[in-house]
C-alpha cells in the first residue's frame, strides 16, 4: 500500500473533520514530485476532484469546497492533508488520496465522511 488514508468519520453539518494521507513506503523523492490530490465519491457518483497540491503548493479546489476546505503537505512527512470545515451533508462521500506525476498515479484504500444534517 503506498497511500494510507485517515480521518473520516461522522460529524454533524457546519463541523470540521481533517483528513490525512501518508506514504511511509514512497521514496522521499517520488512524494516530494508528486502532486498530491485529495478525490470523493459519494454512492451512484463518479469520482471528483475535491483539491490538489503540487510539489511547489499550488493548490486547486474544486468550486464546491472553497473558502471551505485546505489542503495542505507536510513533505518531510510525506503526508498531505485535508481540512474540512463548514461540511454539509452533501460532502458525504468515500475520500480518496492520490499521488500522481505524469501518467503514474497511487491510490490510497479512501476514508468515509458522513455529514449528518
Known amino acids: 500500500v503506498q497511500l494510507q488514508a485517515s480521518g473520516g468519520g461522522l460529524v454533524q453539518a457546519g463541523g470540521s473533520l481533517r483528513l490525512s494521507c501518508k506514504a511511509p513506503r514512497m521514496i522521499t523523492s517520488t512524494f516530494n514530485s508528486n502532486v498530491m490530490g485529495w478525490y470523493r465519491q459519494a454512492p451512484g457518483k463518479q469520482r471528483e476532484l475535491v483539491a490538489d497540491?503540487?510539489?511547489?503548493?499550488?493548490?486547486n479546489y474544486a468550486d464546491f469546497v472553497k473558502g471551505r476546505f485546505t489542503i495542505s503537505r507536510d513533505n518531510s512527512r510525506k503526508t498531505v492533508s485535508l481540512q474540512m470545515n463548514s461540511l454539509k451533508p452533501d460532502d458525504s462521500a468515500v475520500y480518496y488520496c492520490?499521488?500522481?506525476?505524469?501518467?503514474?498515479?497511487?491510490w490510497g484504500q479512501g476514508t468515509l465522511v458522513t455529514v449528518s444534517s
Open positions: 492520490n499521488s500522481k506525476r505524469g501518467t503514474t498515479e497511487y
Open positions: 497540491i503540487t510539489p511547489s503548493r499550488a493548490t
